[in-house]
Nanobody, 125 residues
Framework: QVELVESGGALVHPGETLRLSCAAS????????LAWFRQAPGKADDEREL???????????NYAPSLKDRFTVSKDSSNNTVYLEMNSLKPEDTALYLC???????????????WGRGTQVTVSS
């Protein structure tokens, strides 16, 4: 069993920066890949977009090409927390941002594994 708690979402203006956190806890946590997804308004759970994933070994993989130049994923293993720093935010970044833990490789549209409740990011002028 893995528990994921996201935080840091907010209403921001275009061009601003935001840092999200995902605190992970549970058994065999070190065996899981951790990832950030986002779910745009009106989209179903199986339409979630993978932003990037961090493997159990610490490598980052499957970065969304369209987001890689503005979004940075990192992990602090000392406190089992994954971060997502988002720069130059745009209105189209408005979404529910969710943390995921999976023993298998994560891809966009995945519904597998453990999920947090998400944290809402709204970008609006």
């Amino acid at each position: 069993q893995v528990e994921l708690v996201e935080s840091g979402g907010a209403l921001v203006h275009p061009g601003e920066t935001l840092r999200l956190s995902c605190a992970a806890s549970g058994s065999r946590l070190s065996a899981y890949n951790l990832a950030w997804f986002r779910q745009a308004p009106g989209k179903a759970d199986d339409e979630r977009e993978l932003i990037a994933a961090i493997s159990s070994g610490g490598g980052i993989y499957n970065y969304a090409p369209s987001l890689k130049d503005r979004f940075t994923v990192s992990k602090d293993s000392s406190n089992n927390t994954v971060y997502l720093e988002m720069n130059s935010l745009k209105p189209e970044d408005t979404a529910l941002y969710l943390c995921n833990a999976d023993l298998l490789t994560q891809y966009s549209h995945s519904t597998r594994g453990y999920w947090g409740r998400g944290t809402q990011v709204t970008v609006s002028s």
